[in-house]
C-alpha cells in the first residue's frame, strides 16, 4: 500500500521498528579511528550507561567509553546531536574511538546491553527520508556519493544530495499543478462560449515543458552513466580486431588474439576507467553464418549482448575489400542503440587516423596494432557519456528516476495530442499522470517494497 512518507514515519515512529539502533559506522578493518553511531528517539539511557555525563550539544567531548562494571572499553571523542537537528532527526550519539575491530564490537555490544539493536543496512538514512530531512533521491544520492568511482561522479552525487535533482523536480511538478488547473477550470466553464484551452495557449505551455523535461532526461541519464558505467558491446564480422581492441583498452591481454577467424565463441567481459569513467566493455564472437554450433551459439550471444548494450562499437577491417557485410550488420543492429563505426587496420591503408562525422553516426579511423587514433576513441567515448571537465550538468541518478521521467515525458505527450484534439479531461487525467510519476523520484509517492529495495543497497552504519 503507498503512503506519503510522513504518513509512514509518524506508523514507524510508534513500532518497534523505531528502537535505538547502533551499528559501525566506518569500514571493516582496522584503522587509527572507528566510529559507532546510535540514533533513537531518546539516547538519555545510553549517554548515562555508556559515558555517565552530560554532553552538550553538537560539541566535541573527549571521554571515557564504559563498559557495565564502569570500567573503560576505550577513550575517544563523544558526539551528541538532539533531535531534530541530527542526520536522522531523531537523537544522534557518534562515539569516536581507535579503529580496532575488537573494541568497537564491544561499544556495539555495549549498546545492545542498553536496549539497542542492530541497524539494518542504509536504516540511518531511512529515518532521516521518515523524518523529513531528505527526500528519496536525496536519500540515493547519498550512497551513490559514497560509492563514486570518480570525480565526476562524485560532483553528480553531490549535486543530488544537495537538492538541485529534487529541485527541478519539484519545479516541474509546480508547472504540472498550474496546467492541471487551469485545464480543470476549462471543464468547469465547458458551457460558456470560450475556448480557454486555445486561450491559455495549453498545447505550447505542454510542448515547452516537455522541452524540459527532455533535458532534464538527459542530465540524468549521463548521471547513471556516470554512476553505472557505460556497457560497449565490440561487434564485427571475425579477425577484425574485436579482441585486440578489448586487449589495448583495458591494458592487458584479457583475450586470445589469432590470426585465424572466429578465435572469440564466449563473452569477454572488462571494466576499465578512462579518466575514471567506468566502462563496461564486452568482447563477442563474430558475426557470421556457421555450421559449427559452438560458433553458432557465440553469435547468439552476441546478439543478446548487442540488445543490452549502451553503445555498440562496430569493428571493421579498413584493409577488407569489400565492406558491404559491415553494412548489413550495421543494418541489423537496434536502432534505439547508437552505434560507432571503428575502421580498424589503417596501418595497412594508409589512412589517417580521424573522427568523422557520416550519415550513419560517427566513424573512428584508428589502428589496434600501432595505437594510433585510440586517443580518439577514447575522447569519443568520455563524449558519448556526457563527460564534463567541469562537472556540470549531470545528476546522480539511478534507472528507476528515468524511467519515472519517461513515464512523465510520455503523459506530457499524450496531453499535447489532446490538447490539439480538444479534450480537457484527457488532458487533466495525463497531468495527474505525469505528476504522479515524477513524485515517486522524490518520495512522495513510494511503496515499502521500493524502500526496502533502495535502502537494503546502503552499508550498514549509513
Known amino acids: ?205 505542454l510542448a515547452a515543458l516537455q522541452d524540459d523535461l527532455a533535458r532534464v532526461c538527459r542530465a540524468a541519464g549521463q548521471g547513471r552513466l556516470l554512476r553505472e558505467g557505460m556497457t560497449l558491446v565490440l561487434a564485427g564480422r571475425p579477425n577484425a580486431g574485436k579482441s585486440s581492441l578489448l586487449n589495448a583498452l583495458s591494458g592487458r591481454d584479457s583475450a586470445i588474439v589469432a590470426d585465424r577467424p572466429g578465435t572469440t565463441r564466449d563473452v569477454l567481459r572488462e571494466h576499465i576507467h578512462i579518466d575514471g569513467l567506468p566502462l563496461h566493455i564486452i568482447d563477442t564472437a563474430g558475426l557470421r553464418d556457421s555450421d559449427d554450433p559452438v560458433e553458432q551459439e557465440g553469435v547468439r550471444r552476441a546478439r543478446a549482448q548487442i540488445e543490452q548494450a549502451d553503445r555498440i562499437l562496430l569493428l571493421c577491417d579498413d584493409s577488407a575489400a569489400d565492406h558491404g557485410e559491415d553494412e548489413s550488420l550495421l543494418e541489423q543492429f537496434p536502432p534505439r542503440i547508437p552505434t560507432t563505426v571503428i575502421r580498424n587496420k589503417i596501418d595497412l591503408t594508409g589512412r589517417p587516423p580521424q573522427l568523422q562525422q557520416t550519415l550513419r553516426g560517427v566513424a573512428v579511423s584508428l589502428s589496434v596494432k600501432s595505437g594510433a587514433g585510440l586517443d580518439l576513441l577514447r575522447e569519443h567515448l568520455k563524449s558519448c557519456a556526457g563527460y564534463d571537465p567541469e562537472g556540470d550538468g549531470a545528476f546522480s541518478a539511478r534507472r528507476r528516476h528515468l524511467d519515472a521521467l519517461d513515464q512523465a515525458s510520455q503523459a506530457v505527450q499524450r496531453a499535447i495530442r489532446h490538447a490539439q484534439d480538444g479534450y480537457a479531461e484527457l488532458i487533466a487525467e495525463e497531468l495527474r499522470l505525469a505528476g504522479e510519476s515524477l513524485g515517486e523520484i522524490v518520495g512522495k509517492i513510494s511503496s515499502d517494497e521500493l524502500l526496502g529495495r533502495i535502502f537494503s543497497e546502503f552499508c550498514i552504519g549509513k
Do not use: C, W
Request: aromatic share 6%.
Open 1 to 205: 500500500m503507498n503512503a506519503a512518507p510522513e504518513s509512514r514515519g509518524e506508523a514507524l515512529l510508534t513500532s518497534p521498528d523505531r528502537d535505538p539502533i547502533a551499528a559501525i559506522a566506518t569500514p571493516h578493518g582496522r584503522g587509527g579511528v572507528g566510529i559507532v553511531r546510535l540514533s533513537g528517539p531518546d539516547l538519555a539511557p545510553f549517554l548515562s550507561g555508556m559515558l555517565r555525563r552530560v554532553l552538550e550539544p553538537r560539541q566535541a567531548h573527549f571521554v571515557s567509553f564504559l563498559d557495565a562494571a564502569g570500567a573503560a572499553i576505550d577513550r575517544g571523542v563523544a558526539l551528541y546531536f538532539p533531535a531534530p537537528r541530527s542526520y536522522t532527526g531523531e537523537d544522534v550519539l557518534e562515539l569516536h574511538g581507535h579503529g580496532n575491530p575488537l573494541l568497537l564490537d564491544r561499544l556495539v555490544a555495549r549498546a545492545l546491553e542498553l536496549g539497542a539493536r542492530l541497524a539494518r543496512p542504509g536504516e540511518f538514512t531511512l529515518r532521516a527520508y521518515l523524518n523529513g530531512k531528505l527526500d528519496l533521491a536525496q536519500a540515493e544520492a547519498v550512497a551513490d556519493l559514497i560509492d563514486s568511482g570518480s570525480e565526476l561522479a562524485l560532483r553528480a552525487a553531490q549535486r543530488s544530495l544537495e537538492g538541485e535533482f529534487s529541485e527541478k523536480i519539484r519545479l516541474f511538478e509546480t508547472r504540472l499543478t498550474e496546467l492541471r488547473v487551469y485545464v480543470e477550470a476549462a471543464l468547469d466553464f465547458s458551457d460558456e462560449d470560450i475556448d480557454f484551452l486555445a486561450e491559455g495557449d495549453i498545447a505550447a505551455k
